[in-house]
């Protein structure tokens, strides 16, 4: 076990409470097979072997260890700070140990004791500073090899296999499907060797009903086909969808894409695979082989006319593939291009305020239109390759029913065939060459599939904030240090460093200001600092662990960053306050009182139910950091890091800001604070780091370093008139 614990844990929830029904419920509902009795046995060796004040974490790993359990890990949490998609849990209440099975977004939690009562109703505030006891099972199935990427190809085909009973019941289907299609040519068969020489109507009537026969039974296998298929499709697209958009989560920030057309369309690459599985398409490549079956019977039946298509088979099979190859670096073109006209659409939309008021529109409008050419350019060459394909295929298949038409002639008058022997044949010839032709068009269609599959792989390549196949680590109960050690950072291939910290640490109680020109690293230190960005050399220490070999949950409970741009999401400002959805309404309400954020509500009929737009439209920057400032002190982090939290404030917002987080900050956390207004702060911190290019030059008391800057600043103007009196000498 080897998740997250909370942040503190009080002397009565040391130790057990633990009984063997919550845990034994709660090991099957991750369905693992052991009995009470085993679970109960565990429990009392533990106990009876524990060391005195050990905590409820130490004794669940001594459980399963009793147990023999493999590949179950787990940790303990306090509940504001546990992510919900991880129930089913234990949860602490009244001193005992409950059963939490509700999904994300209930309000309401149902409690069971596992003891045969009733569970219990009860509002998930009440549980805001309990602890969260969750356990995880991971199998050699889940498990991702070390240094092995994921991609989209593996993932489809791993869901398409993951149960596959529906791949017996398809090719049953298929077979028998094909093989009804016989029935129609040996009906006129029949009919034209049998029934219209002697006009025996009551074998026609005869040979009617067994092909209504025929024809249900056809319809009805269609149906089941295509039923399991687009269930099976659904499944898989809701599979792979959630995979790529929990690797997009978790993807590190440094190495995502900064265009966020590509992004996007690396995303929606799955929505071009769920059209082509749900589609007919599919069933025309089943299909498709059964063309060598209709040969075959074409032969039984005339002879020699399967040559006819035996020998344009292979042709029509080359054309497809000459096709599809003529096909793929043009649509590898147009989907570059296509991502970048929906960057240049987002970025237009997100900056409209900044082109109207620059007058800049045209710019745009003219990239817009080469784009857009360029797009068209493409389009035409594709539709051109396509319309060529599908016209030579047509022709194949005119050229076919002629030849085999002209060859039977020639059967029927040698005695090897019969007028009904020749409109069988010719049946079973369309047979052939429709799927054929159907199938060229197939392969058109697969390659944008195939290119839009590489753009999910370009996603799922990028590297994960943490490996699924690592053993993730977790630091104390309560966190007091942090450090960096030998930290340097660069963006992307560039070749200079953005960060470049030999030595750096704070202790517990530390209010450190971080202060320096604009562009020299103090935003890239935060975010270095909170695990947004992994540095390229060196490593960031929490509590003396290093902050890349522990779980990400256990450092956002003890670690909060508040980015120096905010964010806020489509909802209403009270799903934006509560974004974790941890915090409890009480909670929110004060810390929106203290911050003056509760104004926002007031001013507008539907209050806390007011609607926020993509990023906040509608309010004011000022409003939107305050928002974002509710979040972080609702969070009650051990670290705090803020990146200018009072840049779009007024003074008077600003001084109560600063007010409000005096109060909040506890006197052993870690507050660091990076502004260009240091003054208005000065009164809270006890350190200051002054930053130039990338590194900390300046490290002391507020004091010290405010009265060096000051005697710097008067110095500056004295040097720059006397260094320009000086270059006006020398140039008289």
Excluded at 3 to 27: F, I, N
Excluded at 220 to 226: F, T, V
Aim: glycine residues 8%; contains cysteine.
């Amino acid at each position: 076990m080897s998740e997250p614990v909370r942040d503190t844990v009080s002397d009565d929830e040391q130790g057990s409470g633990l009984t063997s029904a919550t845990l034994h419920a709660l090991l099957g509902t991750l369905g693992v097979s052991v009995s009470l009795g085993d679970v109960k046995n565990a429990i009392d060796l533990q106990a009876s072997i524990a060391v005195k004040n050990s905590s409820i974490l130490d004794e669940v790993k001594g459980v399963l260890y009793g147990l023999n359990l493999k590949g179950v890990r787990g940790g303990a949490v306090a509940w504001r700070r546990f992510d919900r998609r991880q129930l089913p849990a234990l949860v602490q209440y009244k001193n005992e140990w409950w059963l939490v099975t509700n999904a994300l977004g209930s309000q309401l939690l149902n409690l069971d004791k596992c003891d045969g009562q009733p569970p219990i109703t009860i509002d998930q505030d009440e549980l805001s500073a309990s602890l969260v006891l969750w356990l995880k099972r991971t199998t050699k199935n889940t498990e991702q090899v070390e240094g092995e990427k994921p991609t989209a190809r593996k993932l489809i085909l791993s869901a398409l296999f993951l149960n596959k009973a529906w791949l017996g019941n398809v090719l049953v289907a298929t077979v028998v499907i094909n093989l009804l299609a016989i029935a129609t040519s040996l009906f006129a068969l029949q009919v034209y060797d049998r029934v219209v020489p002697t006009l025996a109507y009551s074998t026609l009537t005869t040979l009617v009903v067994g092909m209504l026969g025929i024809v249900m039974i056809d319809w009805l296998l269609k149906r089941l086909r295509s039923r399991v298929i687009d269930s099976l499709a659904a499944e898989v697209d809701m599979r792979l969808s959630k995979q790529v958009f929990q690797h997009l989560l978790h993807v590190r920030l440094d190495r995502q894409s900064n265009s966020l057309g590509t992004l996007n369309a690396q995303v929606n690459g799955l929505e071009s695979v769920r059209q082509f599985f749900t589609s007919g398409i599919v069933f025309g490549l089943i299909d498709l082989p059964f063309a060598i079956m209709f040969i075959a019977f074409i032969g039984i039946i005339g002879g020699v006319v399967s040559w006819v298509y035996a020998l344009l088979f292979p042709i029509a099979i080359l054309l497809g593939m000459i096709t599809q190859y003529r096909l793929k670096a043009l649509i590898k073109k147009q989907i570059l291009r296509s991502n970048e006209r929906q960057g240049l659409l987002i970025d237009v939309i997100r900056g409209s305020e900044t082109i109207r008021a620059n007058n800049a529109g045209w710019r745009f409008a003219s990239e817009w239109e080469q784009i857009t050419q360029s797009l068209a350019s493409y389009q035409i060459r594709q539709k051109a390759i396509s319309q060529l394909s599908t016209a030579t295929t047509g022709s194949l298949s005119t050229i076919a029913y002629v030849s085999a038409v002209v060859v039977g002639v020639f059967q029927i008058e040698a005695g090897n065939l019969t007028m009904g022997g020749m409109i069988a044949c010719s049946i079973l010839g369309s047979r052939v060459i429709n799927p054929i032709a159907q199938g060229v068009q197939y392969l058109v269609q697969w390659q944008s599939v195939s290119q839009s599959l590489n753009m999910v792989d370009q996603l799922l390549a990028l590297d994960l904030e943490r490996q699924p196949s690592q053993h993730l680590l977790v630091g104390d109960q309560k966190v007091s240090s942090m450090s960096a050690e030998q930290v340097r950072f660069v963006y992307g291939d560039s070749p200079v460093k953005h960060l470049d910290i030999e030595a750096l640490n704070f202790k517990a109680g530390d209010r450190v200001l971080l202060v320096g020109a604009i562009g020299c690293g103090k935003s890239t230190l935060l975010k270095v600092l909170a695990g947004l960005y992994r540095p390229t050399e060196g490593r960031i220490k929490l509590g003396g662990i290093d902050l890349w070999e522990m779980d990400p949950q256990f450092v956002t409970s003890h670690v909060s960053y508040l980015p120096q741009n905010v964010h806020l999401f489509k909802g209403t400002l009270k799903s934006n306050l509560t974004l974790s959805g941890t915090v409890s309404d009480n909670e929110m309400m004060q810390v929106a009182h203290e911050l003056g954020v509760d104004a926002i509500a007031q001013g507008n009929p539907k209050g806390m139910e007011l609607e926020i737009s993509e990023g906040g439209e509608g309010l004011s920057g000022g409003q939107r950091q305050l928002v974002a400032l509710s979040r972080t002190i609702t969070a009650k982090p051990s670290i705090w890091l803020l990146d200018e939290p009072t840049a779009s404030l007024d003074a008077e917002s600003e001084k109560r800001v600063w007010d409000v987080l005096a109060k909040h900050v506890k006197a052993e956390d870690i507050l660091v604070v990076s502004t260009h207004r240091p003054m208005l702060a000065a009164h809270i911190a006890n350190r200051v780091l002054v930053m130039q290019q990338g590194k900390v030059v300046r490290d002391g008391a507020p004091a010290t370093i405010f009265s060096s800057l000051a005697a710097t600043a008067k110095t500056a103007p004295q040097k720059s008139l006397s260094g320009r009196a000086k270059r006006g000498f020398n140039a008289v």
